[in-house]
């Protein structure tokens, strides 16, 4: 049973900022590097930002690097990515995963959150 539940997606204009998170469940968080993807009408998903287990460290898709950061508390398993200055071609669905460059749990992703940014 993993469960992947995203949240804190919205409508924002141009410029505004939205935190999402992620809350995980049926594996061992702290043992996994999480990720978070995105999928636009008509594309494929992409990733959009990584973090690894402790030691922590990040990566950004080039179209997100110095507006979003990813962050994760072991304790609540729970993943984050703030995001800001936010641009219209940044509207789509959000989910997070499990894994750094791949989804571990292809099978399980969750509804994502929808993050529309008005133009």
């Known amino acids: 049973q993993v469960q992947l539940v995203e949240s804190g997606g919205g409508l924002v204009q141009p410029g505004g900022s939205l935190r999402l998170s992620c809350v995980a469940s049926?594996?061992?968080?702290?043992?996994?590097?999480m990720s978070w993807y995105r999928q636009a009408p008509g594309k494929e998903r992409e990733l959009v930002a990584a973090?690894?287990?402790?030691?922590?460290?990040?990566n950004y898709a080039d179209s997100v690097k110095g507006r979003f950061t990813i962050s994760r508390d072991n304790a609540k398993t729970t993943l984050y990515l703030q995001m800001n200055s936010l641009k219209p071609e940044d509207t789509a669905v959000y989910y997070c995963?499990?894994?750094?460059?791949?989804?571990?749990?292809?099978?399980?992703w969750g509804q994502g959150t929808q993050v529309t940014v008005s133009s």
């Open positions: 995963n499990a894994g750094y460059d791949s989804p571990k749990y292809y099978a399980s």
């Open positions: 973090i690894s287990s402790a030691p922590y460290s990040t």
């Open positions: 049926g594996f061992t968080f702290s043992n996994y590097a």
